[in-house]
Structures are given as structure tokens and as C-alpha cells.
């Protein structure tokens, strides 16, 4: 909220992009997101230090059940805690359209679960917390950074084309427009395609995440 | 002195332990000034009053870093009252104030420590200053260090668990960041202020925030149209000394008492 009522209010002052406060704070809004949907990772570890590991692969529930599960219910929390930030930025959007606000929710949804999926594949892989909060906080500035949640992908492309190539290629940028979008605050020649890369996102690391959490956590792998 | 000594030994390596960590934190400090401020320098206004955000936020990057490294010690003070670790810091043969003095200088020197790289990277795009305005850089970062590092330790023995102290945390970094002249000019919230969007004591705040005047010195130092101006050391040295003796002064009374 402090970001929205100073960051966005000020920095748009010094802006050039029409109205850059409302494209601040739908940006805002998908980072804050991506930044939620990220904590999954550090609950696996809690649960490995606290014994519930052994609990959960005791259940009745099988391992990609579990995985899919995990990645849907920490999609989930992280869409709960950024509610109310969302509900603040419609408010100071304004008007949207419906159909498009609808489609551009549900690709949240679908990036949220895919960013949840991530972490925990991140989090089985790395095994250790240290390691995982170092990394999660590069990943964190990269992708936040090499993406179009705080600016137009034409001003990176002026920037330095090789960061325009990979912010592209960004999970973020695709939900960030989706989100602008559904909010009419930008126009998009086809939505369809971030919608695609968004669905993408989610498969891959949903598959992944179930694969390698099979994998690493039979007999104690994940010690 | 030699307690004092001990005590900020004790805290470096602590530090260091946590290098990688560290690397990491550079590496995202380094993200934001090679990508989110070269790509903001082809965003700015005629009116922003700045023809080059990332010499424009270089000063106010290394700021930042050492805001966020030198409040790392209350996170281990609010660790070891948490952990009852406190009862062993105070049965060893060293008085109340060494051990609270001890605890306010090795964060402040660990944020020193943490900022050099970011004010190495600065001076290099920018330009190296003189050698007494050197001096006086490293003199106000210190003092700025100092009152972080105490403001976060008073922090963290005043929260009695690890999310109060994060709350209290996240507060404060937010309005001391982004309520000051690290990201934009003070004259943009000074403007905001006249015409009645924001408020006023919000205005005060900015000017009289050690991360702007930290941040301000520097630029007047390093880049064209900024004048130094002593009130910046002065309020430094006021927001140093407050929170310098009410973190000595609460690390003494309250963790005596729990």
C-alpha cells in the first residue's frame, strides 16, 4: 500500500509513460503475487526441520497429489494475501471491463499456482534454506526486473535488446499485461498469447515439480 | 574498550558467515541499478528535473545497502532474546553498556562494510570525490549506520516474536525508502506537498530522513545542480545520536528484564 501511495504517486511524476501511476499499481498488484506465491518454498523447508514431512507422505494421498495440491493451495494463499491489494488497485483504476478483468483473474490464478509449483521444485532441488533464500532473491530481482511489471516492454527494448529478449520470455510480463489489460490500462493486439505462455508456465512446472518431487523426497531424500 | 572490542568480533563473524547471502543481496542491489535505473533513464520527464536516473540513484543505491545491512543486527538481537540466547551475552564478564555499545557499532560497521562495494560502483560511474568530501562521506554514512543499526536493535527488543519484528521491520523500510530522495528528487515531494497531494508532515519526514540527506550529500558532491547544505550532516547526527542512546539505553533495560 505504501508503494502504491508513494512510490507509484511520486515516481509517476517523473515519467514520461501517460499515466504511469495506474500502470504502477497494476504492476505492483502481479509482483506482489509473484513475491507470495514464492513462500511455499520456505514452508517445505519448515515442515523438513519439523518432522511434518514424514506426516504428509504418510497420508492416503498420492506423491503427485501431493505436489499438485501444494502448488494449487500455495497459488491459492498467495491470491488470498494479494486480495485486498488487488481490490485497492481496481479502486484506484476505475472503471474495467468485465469479460477481460474475469480472464485476466484467471490467468493469475494459473500463474500463481505455476510460481507455487516453481518454488517447490526450487526448494527440492536446492535442499537447503540458505541456499534457497540467496537464490529466490536473485531469481526475485531478475525476473521482477527483466520483466514489464514496472515498465513498457518498448522502453526495454530502448534500454538494451537483450534485456527486451529475455523480458519477453518473462511469466511475469505475460501475467502483468494480462492483468493491465483485464484492467484497461493498456491494449493488447492478441491475448491469447501471453494466456498461452501464462498456461505454459503452469504445465511446466507443475510436471516438473511433480517429477522431481517423486524423485528427491523417497527415503529421506529430502534431508 | 577491549569488551567492546570482543563484542563487534563476536558480530563480524556472524556476519560473515552469511557471505553468500550477502553476494546475493549485492547482486540485487547491482539488478536494480544496471537494469531498473538504465532502463528509468529512457522513462524520465522534462519536468523530473533528472536527465540521468541511474547517476541519479548510484548514490541512493548504496544508501539502501546500507540501510538494509546495518538493520541485519536486530534481526539477530530479536534471534537471541527469542532463543534466550541474551542470558549468555549478559553473564559474560563485560558491563550493560559495552555490551549495548558493542551491539550499536558492529551494526553500523557491518553496514559500512556491506555499503563500500555500492559506494565503489558509484564513485566509478560517477565520478571520485575529493578527499576531505570523501572523508565526510564515510563520516555521515557511519552516523547514519549508527542510528540504523540502533533503530533496529530498539526495534528488536521491544517486539517480543520474529513477526512483530518483521511488521515493525517492513514499516519502517518502507516509509524510510520510499518517503525519502534515494528514488526520485525531494523537490517532487516538496511539489506533491504545495499542491496539497501529499501531506505535508509526509514532506517534513522526507526532508528530515537520514536517507535522504545521506543520499542528497553525496549527489552534491558527485553530480551537477545539487548544493551542499550542512542542515543534512546536522539531522544526521541528531536521527544517529537518538537512536544510538535509545538503543543502548532499551538493549540494557530490556533484555535485563526478560
Redesign the interface.
Known amino acids: 500500500m ?2 502504491i501511495a ?2 507509484g ?3 509517476s ?5 501517460p499515466d ?1 501511476f495506474h500502470y504502477y499499481v497494476g504492476g505492483l498488484s502481479v509482483m506482489t503475487l509473484w513475491s507470495a506465491a514464492v513462500f511455499i518454498g520456505f514452508d517445505i523447508y519448515e515442515e523438513a526441520e519439523h518432522g511434518v514431512f514424514e506426516y504428509l507422505l504418510s497420508l492416503p494421498v498420492s506423491r503427485r497429489q501431493l505436489v499438485l495440491g501444494r502448488s494449487i493451495g500455495g497459488g491459492l494463499r498467495a491470491f488470498i494475501y494479494v486480495g485486498p491489494l488487488i481490490a485497492v488497485s481496481m479502486f484506484v483504476i476505475g472503471s474495467v471491463n468485465p469479460v477481460a478483468f474475469i480472464v485476466s483473474l484467471l490467468a493469475l490464478f494459473l500463474f500463481s499456482f505455476g510460481v507455487s509449483g516453481m518454488s517447490i521444485t526450487i526448494a527440492v532441488v536446492i535442499k537447503s534454506s ?2 534457497f ?3 529466490m ?2 531469481l ?3 525476473v521482477v ?2 520483466s514489464t511489471a ?2 513498457p516492454l518498448a ?2 527494448q ?3 535488446p537483450v ?1 527486451a529478449g529475455i523480458t519477453n520470455f518473462n511469466p511475469l510480463t505475460y501475467a502483468a499485461d494480462l492483468f493491465r489489460w483485464g484492467a484497461s490500462i493498456i491494449t493488447l493486439d492478441n491475448p491469447l498469447l501471453p494466456l498461452l505462455g501464462i498456461v505454459a508456465f503452469f504445465a511446466f512446472f507443475t510436471f516438473v515439480g511433480m517429477v522431481l518431487y517423486e524423485q528427491r523426497i523417497e527415503g529421506g531424500g529430502w534431508q | 574498550m577491549k569488551a567492546i572490542l570482543y563484542m563487534v568480533e563476536h558480530d563480524f563473524r556472524n556476519f560473515f558467515r ?1 557471505k ?2 550477502l ?3 549485492i ?2 542491489n547491482l ?2 541499478l544496471f ?2 535505473a ?13 536527465t540521468n536516473y541511474f547517476t541519479f540513484f548510484a548514490p541512493g543505491l548504496a544508501v539502501t545497502g546500507l540501510f538494509a545491512s546495518a538493520f541485519m543486527i536486530g534481526r539477530e538481537v530479536n534471534m537471541e532474546r527469542r532463543r534466550e540466547v541474551h542470558h549468555y551475552m549478559l553473564s559474560l564478564p563485560m558491563t550493560r553498556t559495552e555490551l549495548a555499545v558493542g551491539r550499536v557499532l558492529s551494526g553500523g560497521l557491518r553496514g559500512m562494510i556491506y555499503m563500500s562495494p555500492l559506494l565503489l560502483t558509484c564513485f566509478i560511474f560517477l565520478g571520485f570525490p575529493t578527499i576531505p568530501q570523501f572523508l565526510l562521506i564515510l563520516a555521515v554514512l557511519f552516523f547514519v549506520a549508527l542510528g540504523i543499526s540502533g533503530l533496529s536493535i530498539t526495534i528488536a527488543v521491544s517486539t517480543s516474536s520474529l513477526e512483530k519484528f518483521i511488521t515493525a521491520r517492513g514499516l519502517v523500510y ?2 524510510l525508502f ?2 525519502s530522495s534515494v ?3 525531494l523537490s ?2 516538496e ?2 506537498g504545495r499542491e496539497g ?2 501531506p505535508s508532515v509526509l514532506v517534513t519526514f522526507a526532508e528530515i530522513n537520514p536517507l535522504s540527506n545521506a543520499s542528497d550529500m553525496i549527489r552534491s558532491f558527485l553530480l551537477p545542480g545539487y548544493i551542499f547544505s550542512q542542515s543534512w550532516v546536522l539531522s544526521v547526527l541528531v536521527f544517529s545520536a537518538i537512536f544510538t542512546l535509545s538503543a543502548t539505553f532499551a538493549y540494557m533495560k530490556i533484555i535485563e528484564r526478560t
Open positions: 505504501s508503494q508513494f512510490f504517486l511520486i515516481a511524476r517523473m515519467m514520461s509513460v504511469y540458505d541456499r533464500d540467496i537464490f532473491g536473485v526475485d530481482a531478475l526486473r527483466l514496472m515498465y522502453i526495454v530502448a534500454t538494451n534485456y | 552469511y553468500w547471502w553476494v546475493g543481496l547482486s540485487m539488478a536494480d537494469i531498473m538504465l532502463v528509468y533513464s529512457h522513462m524520465l520527464s522534462s519536468s523530473a528535473g533528472i518502507y516509509s520510499f518517503c528514488f526520485y528528487p517532487l515531494i511539489e506533491l497531494k501529499f
